[in-house]
């Protein structure tokens, strides 16, 4: 009404000021000044409408339901949306992994002893049916500039102790029934008696150096390919033996470069390499000081002559490797209690999945040799019965270097990849059938001749078929594995055994292929 009033006025005034008799002059400066004031009043009049606009905004929303906020909040927090923070940019990410299993029960353990016999070594502890929480991994990623970023990521199921290993129960390194590790190795560990569920723990820099970025800290050390791959991506439901070697963290620095749209890369980093490669040196490897004074310098190479091609598909080929030294030069009653030794592993591996018609196939491979020496008291010698020896006397006092090699080789068939996807009847769609085969020289025990330095291996084979089905890919899906295991036995006669003065033949060693097929399933949710 004031403003209505006031318009009125200044137009009553206006109409005044034309009736009146004035030089040109002044009623031209009069009528300017009409016209400022008539536009000053539609400025005020457009801000009151927005100001009004606003006010019934505010009252519409304060009587809006909370499905709407809440779907507000979904559009600028919700899938996909960035976590902000107030330095940098963080990213949240994780893994929940619940695995059933059941495994084929034997109640005589690999060694041969039966129940009640020398102590025994039995398979009830290691054959029983469970639920397991396998992984529980969540990480943080934070830019915190343009060339920096850090990254930590913890798994608090890493600190379960007795869940059977897989494929095969017997372990992944079998060296007796129950490893007994000297004090002396033990102290020399200092890396805490528990297992650390600190995973990844590293700083990387990228952007500065072309084609190169740089990472420090405790991280995977890229060897191999199928270990160094994230668990929410592998083929199985767990990793092949030697795959499985290389699912470990260390603690060091390396480089990385990549040319041709990451066709070519290298890696060349140092660690600490603390223990051993068979892990028969103590305490957990993870986040602990370094046992040695020596660094591991650790290579890694990959090509890719065909990438994504659609009528070739994608193939790659690589190798790595590593050089430590491992324990001290000083004598066996020092603080280590561990001889210094040059110690080695070699990867290689190779994958190829075509294009065309015969897209969705996969097929790949890997082989692994490691040479390094086992701690002493870590590997069990046999009684002249031909059993395992459970006195502390029967543990091996001065082993030398050995090496193990394995081997895999895996195929797959992924129908949403495959020229099917579109036909495929909708239940189908989301399968892929696995096959695998992989052998592995994991049981290591003293020789019969010279127990003491000498040490003999002998491989396990396992074949392992699989079903995936993919919910939403790898974020969700559910994996079932059934495995055919197949242990060493040996029964061979060896002659000369010094236990065995004054037999007409020297002790058997009595192992037990052990009964352990297995099923295992995997339900995976990943973020």
């Known amino acids: 009404m004031l403003r209505n009033a006031l318009l009125s006025a200044l137009l009553a005034g206006f109409a005044l000021c034309v009736n009146l008799p ?58 996909n949306a960035a976590v902000t923070t107030k330095q940098g940019k963080l990213q949240v990410f994780g893994l929940l992994q619940v695995w059933y299993y059941s495994i084929q029960n034997d109640n005589i353990g690999f060694f041969g002893n039966k129940p009640g016999l020398l102590g025994g070594d039995t398979n009830e502890g290691k054959d029983n049916d469970s639920f397991s929480i396998r992984r529980t991994e969540l990480g943080f990623t934070m830019d915190i500039h343009e060339n920096v970023r850090g990254v930590i990521m913890f798994d608090p199921a890493r600190t379960l102790d007795g869940r059977p290993a897989f494929p095969s129960n017997v372990g ?27 995973k990844d723990a590293f700083i990387n820099y990228h952007g500065i150096v072309p084609h190169h970025d740089f990472q420090i800290g405790q991280f995977k050390s890229q060897m191999g390919e199928e270990g160094i791959r994230p668990s929410s991506q592998i083929d199985f439901v767990e990793r092949s033996m030697i795959g499985q070697l290389c699912d470990n963290r260390d603690l060091g620095v390396s480089a990385h470069g990549t040319w041709w749209d990451d ?30 004074d020596e660094k591991s310098i650790l290579w890694r190479i990959l090509v890719r002559p065909v990438w994504k091609h659609e009528t070739w598909g994608s193939m790659e080929l690589g190798a790595s490797g590593e050089h430590a030294v491992h324990g001290e030069a000083g004598p066996l009653t020092d603080g280590l209690g561990r001889r210094q030794t040059d110690a080695n592993r070699y990867y290689a591996w190779g994958s190829y999945r075509p294009g065309g018609p015969v897209k969705g196939w996969w097929l790949k491979g890997e082989w692994a040799w490691i040479e390094d020496r086992n701690a002493p ?55 892929e059938f696995d096959l695998r085969y992989e052998e592995f020289q994991n ?8 127990p003491n330095n000498h040490t003999d291996i002998f491989a396990t084979k396992a074949w392992t078929g699989g079903i995936n089905y993919y919910i939403k890919g790898d974020n969700a899906k559910i994996q079932l594995n059934y495995v055919v295991v197949d242990n060493p036995d040996d029964n061979t006669v060896r002659r000369g055994f010094p236990g065995a003065v004054g037999t007409a033949t020297g002790p058997r060693r009595n192992f037990h292929a052990v009964d352990n097929n297995s099923l295992l399933v995997n339900f995976q949710v990943a973020w």
């Open 172 to 198: 992944l390194f079998a060296t007796k029934d129950t490893p007994v590790v000297p004090a002396s190795v033990q102290n020399a560990s200092a890396g805490g008696n528990g297992k650390s569920i600190l």
């Open 377 to 431: 008291g870590a590997v069990a010698k046999f009684d002249t019965n031909g059993f395992l020896n459970t006195t502390t006397a029967g543990n091996q006092t001065f082993p030398r270097p050995i090496h193990v090699t394995g081997f895999y080789i895996a195929t797959g068939y992924k129908i949403s990849d495959s020229v099917f996807k579109d036909s495929a009847p909708g239940w189908l769609k989301n399968f």
């Open 22 to 79: 004035a030089s040109d002059a002044e009623l031209a400066k009069e009528v300017e000044q009409l016209k400022k004031d008539l536009d000053q009043f539609k400025k005020d009049k457009a801000s009151d409408r927005a100001e009004i606009e606003g006010l019934k905004k505010q009252r519409s929303d304060a009587k809006a339901p909370i499905s709407s906020a809440q779907a507000a909040v979904e559009n600028k927090y919700g899938p």
């Open 263 to 292: 066709r070519f890369q290298y890696w060349l980093g140092t660690f600490d390499s603390a223990g051993n490669w068979f892990f028969t040196s103590g305490n957990d490897p993870y986040n602990r000081v370094d046992d040695n």
């Open 443 to 450: 049981i290591m025990v003293a020789d019969l001749v010279r």
